[in-house]
């Protein structure tokens, strides 16, 4: 890629954590990212033409420990909330960890309850779903279509969606990581696309550096930006962190979504990224689901946090 | 008790090529007296503690998840010389080192967690 000089000063970045439990309207104008919060703003784009999809992440079905002993019960109550969405949703997008600890059992629950909803569902793999046979079970069950290593792409709405894996053959001491073969591919897969098709990319573990100290961050994810930074509207949803974090770096917006599970602290606030201990009263505030909103025409797609609880 | 650290540790030591008949229940090698030596290496916080552990041969490292969240313990070499499955909260896992050398391993679910084990 050719080096421009004046990127830095074009280029502006906004870097905010956004915390759970202020639902959130997030639109991008002019380069400018706006957010304010639900029942403050229309909520989300009326027009009917509009694609409008859900991100789900970090079903975690099997934990049971503080501060959510049913992973399963805020995993539904979540899903159930989608029925009452307006327009229906055209798609769900589960940026994994679907289960705790790879287990059929988990996978069949999270599995019977999205199959409840009748959306239509894409996933990718978090590490948790990595735990057997470096997840051909999941593969097999969640992305029978995906390429050999587990990474697809699909059209929809006018919108171009890729699924990345960044939790294969994880390396000690290292972060995510993407994989010469995956980025061969994705280079492939955007080879000859319009720039003006607006991007949704999905990994699990963050593209962009969160916390390197804890792991948060993709290795060779500055590659994979490299081959998107072309598009003029690339929107990437992760999970991993069980926060919502959001950053906006030239055309490309980052957004981490909520776990249905439990969550987690923010980078450096603890001693280790473990489950946050909250109390059962202030637990639904911080697990949600994202729903995500594109109208023809307009150049960012819109995302809306929505809480469990209010 | 769940039997977790039994059935972990037979799945340790098929893969290390060990299991030979009776191998899990036979005395220690000749030159440990009596019972076999036991070291434990404890995961709290997403770190194992100790770091470095540093064994005599034929000591059987225990290890114990304390965290409230799934970890392995995964050798860093290729090809990998063991492999735990995952240890939720308060399982364990346990093989034998009867090979002198250094031995680095790490969480696949958290690489960032890495520690070594020193047979001497």
């Known amino acids: ?9 074009r280029r502006r970045v906004l870097d905010c954590g956004l915390w759970a439990g202020a639902g959130l309207l997030w639109t991008m104008s002019g380069g400018i990212p706006r957010s304010s919060l639900i029942g403050k703003a229309a909520a989300a784009p009326t027009n009917a ?5 859900i991100q789900i992440s970090d079903s975690h079905i099997g934990f049971n420990k503080a501060p959510n002993p049913d992973a399963t019960a805020t995993f539904k109550a979540l899903l159930d909330r989608l029925s009452v969405v307006n327009p229906r949703p055209a798609l769900m ?10 287990r059929d059992a988990e996978w069949d629950t999270a599995q019977q309850l999205v199959n409840e909803t009748g959306i239509e569902t894409h996933f990718v793999p978090g590490e948790h779903d990595m735990l057997v046979d470096d997840g051909k079970p999941f593969f097999a069950r969640f992305a029978p279509r995906a390429e050999p290593g587990g990474w697809y792409s699909f059209d929809q709405g006018g919108v171009h969606f890729v699924a990345l894996i960044n939790v294969a053959r994880l390396k000690p001491g290292g972060e995510g990581s993407l994989g010469a073969a995956q980025l061969e591919w994705l280079e492939h897969d955007l080879n000859g696309r319009s720039a003006s098709q607006p991007l949704v990319v999905l990994t699990h573990i963050p593209l962009w550096q969160v916390y390197p100290p804890w792991g948060w961050g993709t290795e060779d994810g500055a590659q994979a930006l490299t081959l998107l930074r072309r598009f003029g509207s690339v929107t990437v949803l992760n999970g991993h962190i069980h926060q919502l ?12 979504g909520l776990s249905t599970a439990f969550p987690q602290p923010a980078p450096g606030t603890a001693p280790s990224p ?29 995302i809306v946090d929505q809480p469990l609880g209010a | 008790m769940r039997p977790i650290a039994l059935s972990t540790d037979a799945v340790a030591l098929m893969m290390l090529g060990l299991v030979t008949s009776g191998a899990l229940f036979t005395a220690p090698k000749a030159g440990a007296a009596g019972p076999a030596s036991e070291a434990t290496v404890t995961i709290d ?31 860093s070499s290729g090809p990998r010389a063991f492999k735990s499955p995952p240890l939720d909260t308060d399982e364990r896992f346990s093989m034998r080192f ?8 790490f969480c696949s679910i958290h690489p960032m967690m890495t520690a070594t084990i020193v047979v001497q």
Do not use: C
């Open chain 1, 245 to 256: 974090l959001q950053k906006v770096e030239g055309n490309v917006a980052f957004h981490t």
């Open chain 2, 98 to 105: 009867d090979q002198r050398g250094e031995y680095r391993y």
């Open chain 1, 93 to 102: 997008l589960h940026t994994g960890d679907v289960s705790h600890l790879s």
């Open chain 1, 49 to 53: 033409s509009a694609l409008n999809f």
């Open chain 2, 45 to 75: 916080n997403f770190t194992f503690t100790p770091q470095t552990l540093k064994v005599s041969a034929g000591t059987r490292v225990i290890w114990i998840n304390r965290d409230d969240i799934p970890h392995t313990i995964v050798s």
């Open chain 1, 1 to 9: 890629m050719a080096k421009n000089t004046d990127l830095p000063t």
């Open chain 1, 274 to 302: 473990g489950p946050m201990k909250v109390d059962p009263g202030r637990l639904r505030r911080l697990l949600g689901v994202s729903s995500v909103y594109y109208v023809r025409g307009q150049s960012r797609l819109a």
